[in-house]
Structure formats: C-alpha cells, structure tokens
C-alpha cells in the first residue's frame, strides 16, 4: 500500500456520480423508470404463463431495472449520510425517493405474481435448468404467498396501520424522547436524556451509576402503566393480524421473513439459557474485579478498568488488515481496497451522521463504509465490523446476481462480527500487559453476553408476555413478573436486583418496535462463535468453506448454506460449540485471577 493516509480519510463516490446535480442522475432514473414501465406493460398478469426460459428473462431483466433504480439511491442516501444538512442534498434524496417508489410500485406484481402462482407451475420453474439461478427467489414467493392476504384487504391493513400498529409505536417513541433526567454532577439538571441517562451507567464512579440507575428506574416506574398498555395494544394487535394470515405461532411471521423455523429457535434458545451459569460465574468474576461483594443491577455496566484505549487511524487501518490478513490474504486484499480505493469515510464532522455502517447495495457498484473515528480503540473493532460487511459484499458481488446478493438477515452479521472476533484474537495474542489482557478479555466477553445470553432472555420474555396476551390484557404487573422471571434465570444470585428493576422490559425499544427480533442477534454471534470455533480447529482448511460461505450472500436459505459446511442450525450441539467458546473466555478470564 503506497502513503498510507495519516488521518481518517473522506469517500469519493465519484464512480457513481459526479455531484448531486449530475444530469447523468436524471437521466438514469428517467431510463428506470421507463423500463421499469415496459416490464409492467409486457408481463403484469401474465407471470404464472411463462415457461422457465421466458421467466428466466424476466427475472434477469427485472433484477437489472432494480439496480438502475439502486444506483441513484444509493448515491443520494451515501451523500446524505456525511451531508444532512445540505439543501441540494436533501431534495436529491426525496425526488429520488419518490420517483423510485412510483418505479417499485409498479414492479411489486412480479413478486405477488410468483407467490401466487398454481403449485404445478412452481413446481416446473423449479425443475427447471433455466430457473437455476431463481430458485430460493421463487420457492421464497411460494412459501409466503399462503399467508398473503387479498389485494384490497392488505391495502385496509396497510392503511389502518398508520393510526394503529404505527401510531403506538410512534406514541411510545415520542413519550420516550420526553423523558428527562437529573444526574447529580452530570450535565444540566433536568437535561439528560434516557441515552444520556443510560450512558452514565458506564460511568467508572459508583455512586453516579446508582444515581443514573435509580433516576431511570423512577421514570419507568411511573410510566410503566402507559406503556403497559402501549404493549398490550401492539401485542394484541399482532395477534389478531396472525390469526387473519393464518399463523399460529406468534414467531410464525418472524421465522418465514428470516427463512428459519421454530425448531432452530427453540435449538438456539434452550442452548444458551442452560449455558446462564457461565454467564453467572463471569458476573461473579467481575464483582471481585471492581473490588464487590457481589454486583447490584447498576454494576453490571461498569467499565473494566484500563478499559478503552488509544489508537490512531493508522493503528485502526494496520491492526484491521493484518488480523484480516491472518485470516487469509485475499481477505485483507478485498478489505485495503477500501483504503486505497477511497471508500471509507472515517472523518468525524459537522453534518455527518453517527455510528457506522457498510453499504453494498448493489453487486457490481464497490461498497461503501462509513465510520466515525475518534481514536478510540472501540473504533478500531468498528472498522473490523463493518469492513467484515464489505468483504461479505465484495465476495457476494463476484459471484450472485442481484436477488442473490443480499445474505438473508440471521446471516448479515456474519462476516461483520468473525471480522470483530479476528481482530480481538490477534490483538489479544499481541499484548504482552496482563492487565491489557485482562480488560481486553473481558471486553470481549461482555460483548457476547450482552448480545447471546442477554437477547434470549428478551427473547423469552417476549415469547412468555405474548402467551399471557393470548388469554387476555396483561397487567402491569404481571409483565413485571414475566420479566423479574426471566432476569432470575439469567442471573441467578450473581447480580442483586431489587423491585425497583421490574420495569425494565418497558425501556427495551425492540420489543415495542418489533416482534421477535432480539433473538437474531443471537443467532448471528453464536453462528459466528462456531465458525469461529471451526476455524480454531481446522485451520487454513476452513477458510476456503467460509469464504464460499460469505460468496453465496443470499442464494440459499440460511439452513441449506450451513449445511453446506456441515453445520446443522437444528442441532443444540451446533449452538453449544458456539457457546463453548464463551466458555473457554470466561474460564481464561477466572484462570487469570
Ligand atoms: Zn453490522
């Protein structure tokens, strides 16, 4: 790599357009649109009549009017993510959105028409060489067309959203967003927010976390009647859409949109609650750290000391590749291109947004990742985490065509989070200060809890409060019970809770904003844990399985490519090599003292 950037570096998007009022722009949406209009005009009503080659052509031309509308969107919300202040850049982006969504209105018949076509013309597509490519596109239609409703009905629901289902969350948003809070010695009083509020029990004093806790748990509880009922209302409502598709399983929705089934949930979520105790042991662990007894509920969050540290965009740049480089050359290959390609924007400025994410829309445009660098050493697993997601749509993009690129949503972590596992095993085998080590480790682990042992108890929780639902309103208090429950099981007497923590299901947004979704965080860092676990045992003979694996994006269900590697999602041994992971972490963690 020649000169290598000395601080975080801005993206060019110049290969995609030249500037916001680019005519190029126009003109390919214009181009878009019109196609988009002729396939329309050629085929609406006629999808079920066409032979495998005919559907094959259709298919291939529909994919290329997706990515001619791709492209301009992609540039306008790319621009607006390091610009949102900018006028010229927020009216590109809404006339964009508009013109292509009139675009995707008028293509939305493909899909509705392969759901809907008769069992005997499903089965001849799939049997059919032509189709090859299409298949999980179509047998993806075919699976979710039994629990489509008519046309006009689902128009109704759609509409009836917006003062229902939408309407409660948003209220549920908006209530939130006013709370405000005092935390003696931290900013104005009366000016913090629950973000702010919640940040503070980071905090390394004590005393502000409990101040910080007690401050969120008074709030909750004041509120917890109002967004008892918000949830009532939105769990009842999910109940009764299901009973109208046709599902039985509150989770039915959840597992057909993420290509799972029930028996991999209850495979994953029976593993990781018999592996609470080792959970426990590490909280246990961390008490005589900080110097404890035992925890209370506002140490679980306390930072490790000689936690987060420094480190230079270059430090970022060079640790990322050569963990990447460990893993395989062709890895760190795909992922400097990044840098010298000019596709990450790492600078921290005025107008930019937060966080950090990788955009891959479309296979054939080079992705983009955007990144906040502020020296921190948690930038650095950023970096690794979203150069993961490039190298997943690097590798994807060379080999699928655009309704096989996307890997399908348990699996979109995958190479994101092995890319964070990569580089804390390499920065972990170069530290020689035990007390680095320590911190290091124990990072790690609080990550894997935070997002595996925790999200299944929500999860649980979830499950367990729509049951209650089924039979009835549940009172507050009941939901309390459920959750209080749940956090026994998780933590048994390694952390001391009090009543005052029973209201803490009302402050998780994911259980108000979706149903289910907890659960997949788990899924994704307990898949990765195993393959991280095979890759410890097999050595350079996993790699090309796993690079196959990431190169296949979204061709298959998630079940169907992991058994590819042998792997099988059903199995609770499957999800306990994962776990064991955890294990071997905390057992290091405790060995250590
Ligand atoms: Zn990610």
Redesign the pocket.
């Known amino acids: 790599m020649s000169n290598p950037p000395a601080s975080p570096p801005r993206w060019s998007l110049a290969d995609l357009y030249a500037s916001v009022t680019d005519p190029a722009l126009d003109l390919d949406l214009d181009t878009s649109l019109r196609l988009a209009s002729e396939l329309a005009g050629a085929f609406r009503d006629r999808v079920a009549s066409l032979d495998g080659p005919a559907l094959a052509a259709m298919l291939r031309q529909y994919e290329s009017v997706l990515a001619g509308l791709y492209r301009p969107q992609m540039f306008a919300s790319l621009t607006l993510s390091t610009d949102a202040a900018d006028e010229p850049t927020r009216a590109l982006s809404s006339k964009v959105g508009e013109r292509a969504n009139g675009a995707f209105n008028q293509l939305r018949f493909v899909d509705l028409e392969l759901g809907r076509a008769p069992a005997e013309v499903h089965a001849r597509w799939l049997a059919d060489p032509a189709l090859e490519a299409f298949r999980h596109h179509l047998a993806r239609a075919r699976d979710a067309a039994p629990f489509a409703l008519p046309g006009p009905v689902e128009e109704a629901l759609s509409t009836k959203d917006l003062t229902g289902r939408r309407a409660w969350t948003q209220l549920y948003d908006e209530l939130v967003a006013g709370w405000r809070f005092s935390v003696e010695g931290r900013g104005e009083p009366g000016a913090l927010t629950l973000a702010d509020v919640r940040s503070l029990r980071e905090d390394p004093d004590r005393e502000v976390r409990l101040r910080a806790t007690e401050a969120i748990q008074k709030q909750l509880a004041e509120s917890a009647p109002t967004l008892g009922f918000i949830i009532n209302t939105l769990y009842q409502d999910h109940r009764l859409e299901n009973g109208l598709r046709g599902h039985l399983d509150p989770v039915a929705p959840t597992m057909l949109d993420d290509e799972l089934s029930r028996p991999v949930l209850d495979a994953l979520m029976t593993a990781v609650e018999a592996h609470y105790p080792v959970a426990q042991r590490y909280f246990r662990w961390k008490a005589a750290n900080l110097g404890l007894p035992v925890l209370e509920s506002h140490d679980v969050l306390a930072p490790q000391p000689d936690g987060d540290r420094e480190a230079s965009w270059e430090t970022a740049r060079d640790e990322v590749l050569r963990a990447f480089g460990d893993l395989d050359p062709s890895v760190a290959e795909l992922a400097g291109r990044f840098f010298t390609e000019g596709r990450i924007d790492a600078e921290p400025r005025q107008g930019k947004r937060d966080g950090a994410?990788?955009a891959g829309m479309i296979p054939g445009v080079a992705p983009r990742v955007l990144v906040n660098h502020h020296g921190r050493m948690r930038d650095v697993f950023t970096l690794a985490?979203?150069l993961g997601?490039g190298v997943h749509f690097a590798l994807a993009g060379q080999q699928q065509s655009l309704l096989n690129y996307w890997p399908t949503s348990p699996m979109?972590?995958t190479a994101?989070?092995f890319g964070e596992l990569v580089l804390g095993r390499n920065l972990l085998a170069h530290e020689t200060d035990p007390a680095a080590r320590k911190a290091m480790l124990a990072a790690r682990v609080e990550d894997a809890l935070g997002t595996i042992h925790r999200q299944v108890s929500f999860t649980r929780y979830e499950l367990r409060t729509h049951e209650a639902r089924a039979k009835g309103v549940v009172p507050v208090e009941d939901i309390a019970a459920i959750w209080t429950g749940e956090m026994d099981r998780l933590y048994g007497d390694s952390v001391r809770r009090t009543e005052r923590d029973r209201f803490g299901w009302a402050a998780i947004p994911h259980l108000v904003h979706y149903r289910f979704y907890c659960y997949s965080y788990a899924f994704g860092q307990l898949l990765v844990f195993a393959l991280y676990d095979l890759w410890e045992r097999e050595g350079a003979a996993f790699v090309p399985k796993y690079l196959r694996l990431l190169a296949s994006g979204g061709r298959d269900r998630p079940e169907a490519l992991l058994a590819e590697l042998g792997l099988d999602v059903r199995d609770p041994a499957f999800w306990s090599r994962g776990l064991a992971v955890v294990t071997r972490m905390v057992d290091d963690l405790t060995a250590g003292g």
């Open positions: 994410f990788c985490h979203e997601h979109a972590e994101s989070v």
